[in-house]
């Protein structure tokens, strides 16, 4: 696998980050997604969907667990070498999930043969995807953190179905979206027509969804209270 194709990846894992609060920029998340798909178009070798996966993956958790560093260095006083390492491994622990949800796709692409369609690669692909994201939310207690589900917020029209299939299942969902955008052939416009009402009919879906009210008070309501000191963290 060329080093470009790799630093493509990283790239498209990094970009995902601003698809997230406080930016909040939703469609990034698909894009991101997308763009992996994309790659893994010509992609043949397990290993070389490993580095692929993997690259994603390390681009996205550099650029997202970044505050980690902050409580390590600053807060725990940890040298910044050490911070910078530390970091610097938890992100290739991370990253090894995506990588594995991608192995695993390249692998069941090659038994499912040359011509399976995108409605099938990119059900296998979002499958996989949620698995890889459920594993990493639980597996050592887990660390669910920049679990790609969170960044469809509303207005995202994927929103509707939060409430429905939960952050992983919006998760999954996304990728299978992504999965119809990369792994369509966009050098034959009529093949793309399938892979563009699917798409949209699962835009449409979640925008009915995210339209309906599901739930409703019951008794009377509650009033809360929450106070939070301003005590430095050097204080605490």
Known sequence: MSGARALGALLAGGAAVAAFEPFGFHALALLSLAALCGLLRSTESVRAGI????????????????????ALNHYG???????????????AYLALYPALS????VHLRRRMGRHAGVLALASVFAALWLLG??????????FPWLAIGYSQTPPSPLAGFLPIVG??????????????????DWKRPR???????AATAVLAVGLGA???????????????????????????
Request: aromatic fraction near 16%.
């Open 51 to 70: 580095a692929l996966g993997f690259a994603w993956g390390f681009g996205a958790f550099a650029g997202g667990v970044s505050w980690l560093y902050v």
């Open 210 to 236: 995210g339209g309906r009210a599901w739930t409703e008070p019951y008794g009377e309501p509650l009033r809360v209270a929450l106070v939070q000191p301003a005590f430095d963290q050097s204080l605490k």
């Open 133 to 142: 994201e459920w594993l990493r939310g639980v597996v050592f207690t887990g």
């Open 191 to 197: 093949a793309l027509v399938l892979p563009a009402l």
């Open 102 to 105: 991608v192995a695993l796709f």
């Open 167 to 184: 952050v992983y299942g919006v998760g999954g969902v996304l990728a299978f979206v992504a999965g119809l955008i990369g792994f369509a």
């Open 77 to 91: 006083g940890m040298p910044m070498p050490l911070a910078a390492a530390a970091i610097a491994l938890f992100c």
